[in-house]
């Protein structure tokens, strides 16, 4: 597993959802980044469903609402 973004993410990051640079699973967390940034955005029970497949541990320490994939 490679640690970081490599340039071509970097360079992508706005516009990560379209990215052939990031995978599935990266897309999926930076989803989940963007809601808990977003003050007026809360994770909805689907995106919290897929967190909880793709990241079990991290997913169950979290509360989730509103924001959606």
């Known amino acids: 597993m ?3 973004l490599s340039e071509a ?3 992508d990051l706005e516009h ?3 990215s052939p640079h990031f995978s599935a ?3 999926l967390a930076l989803i989940d980044a963007e809601c808990i940034i977003r003050s007026d ?3 909805d029970e689907a995106l919290f469903a897929h967190l909880m ?3 079990p541990t991290v997913a169950k320490r ?3 609402g509103h924001c959606g994939i």
């Open 53 to 55: 497949e793709e990241f």
């Open 41 to 43: 955005q809360d994770v």
């Open 9 to 11: 993410q970097v360079v």
């Open 16 to 18: 990560y959802a379209t």
């Open 2 to 4: 490679q640690e970081g």
């Open 62 to 64: 979290r509360d989730h």
């Open 25 to 27: 699973r990266e897309k």
